[in-house]
């Protein structure tokens, strides 16, 4: 079976990582009430926690949404460390689990890939200094049925004390 290339569009974690930044800074600044990019950034870059909060809880969707356009078997995605202090405080490295039906050496090196080129976007365009951009985020790769089982990262997703958040499902 010959499959043609024709019509096959090749997606670079540059690309992921860029488009997943850039609309994580539009859903921040929505959320943050902030009417231009540049206010947003300012927030950013003082560290405002609300406004980092945001940007990670964007971030993760969309990257979420991106690789499981690239991989069907990525079921769920869920977020672990947003639950904060009720202040507006975060905790960094915010991780994104992605549940899948059966983890694939495919999956693991798109995941490589936007992990090694996040760091680089969340700095151009958003502005966030080498120390927090390089450590904002980390991806998780879980089965579905560790969750079931709670066994690892899936026992932290249902947990009754600080339940992860679903940030995108299939």
């Known amino acids: 079976m010959v499959v043609s290339m024709q019509n096959v569009i090749p997606v670079g974690a540059d690309d992921v990582a860029g488009a997943a930044v850039q ?9 943050t009430g902030c009417s231009r990019r540049s206010a947003v950034v300012s927030n950013l870059t003082t560290r405002d926690e609300w406004a980092l909060g945001y940007l990670a809880y964007g971030l993760a969707r969309n990257v979420a949404s991106s690789l499981a356009e690239l991989d ?3 079921r769920e995605a869920y977020v672990l460390g947003l639950e904060g202090d009720g202040c507006g405080s975060t905790s960094f490295p915010v991780v994104l689990v992605l549940s899948v039906t059966r ?11 936007v992990l090694k ?9 958003a502005a966030l200094s080498s120390e927090l951009s390089v450590g904002f985020v980390d991806i998780q790769v879980i089965e579905t049925e560790d969750i079931g089982k709670k066994r690892g990262l899936g026992a932290a997703i249902r947990s009754l004390w600080a339940p992860a958040l679903k940030v995108w499902s299939r």
């Not at 800074?25 to 929505?30: G, P, Q």
């Not at 983890?103 to 890939?113: C, D, F, N, W, Y």
């Open 72 to 74: 069907d078997n990525v």
């Open 117 to 125: 080129a996040l760091p680089r976007a969340l700095a151009e365009r």
């Open 103 to 113: 983890q694939t050496a495919a999956l693991e090196s798109i995941v490589a890939g």
């Open 23 to 31: 609309k994580a800074l539009e859903f921040a600044a929505r959320k």
